[in-house]
């Protein structure tokens, strides 16, 4: 095991340690394995797929609220829309906390 010079106090450390056991500076970070990895691009990919989810769901609720129908279509399409948005938050909100905790629990520890 080599020993490194410390950039804060110039002191002997060894190459694999995170911080230097004098000083305390980070001399390297920890790496994500492969599923902290995988955790992490999921939930973001889970978030723009949601995103453009509930664009497109309003852009199509808008369609149907722009036709011209009875007044009694229009509230029962407005009322859809409410409903469908709320399953869809909720979905969202959902996923987020399952996914948020995956990459929560996989971050990479200081050893």
């Known amino acids: ?3 490194v010079d410390c950039p804060e106090c110039s002191k002997q450390v060894s190459e694999s ?6 000083c305390g500076f980070q001399i390297r970070k920890p790496k994500r394995g492969i599923m902290g990895k995988l955790f992490k691009w999921s939930f973001i990919l889970f978030n723009l797929f949601m995103l453009f989810w ?12 722009a036709q011209d ?3 009694a279509h229009q509230a029962g399409a ?8 709320g399953v869809l938050v909720s979905l969202w909100v959902c996923g987020d906390i ?5 990459v929560m629990f996989t971050r990479p520890k200081n050893s």
């Open 54 to 65: 509930l664009f497109s769901f309003f852009g199509a609720a808008g369609e149907i609220a």
């Open 17 to 22: 340690a995170f911080k230097c056991t004098h």
């Open 69 to 71: 129908n009875s007044s």
């Open 98 to 102: 399952i996914l948020g905790l995956l």
């Open 78 to 85: 407005a009322i859809g829309a409410t409903i469908g948005t």
């Open 1 to 3: 095991m080599a020993l």
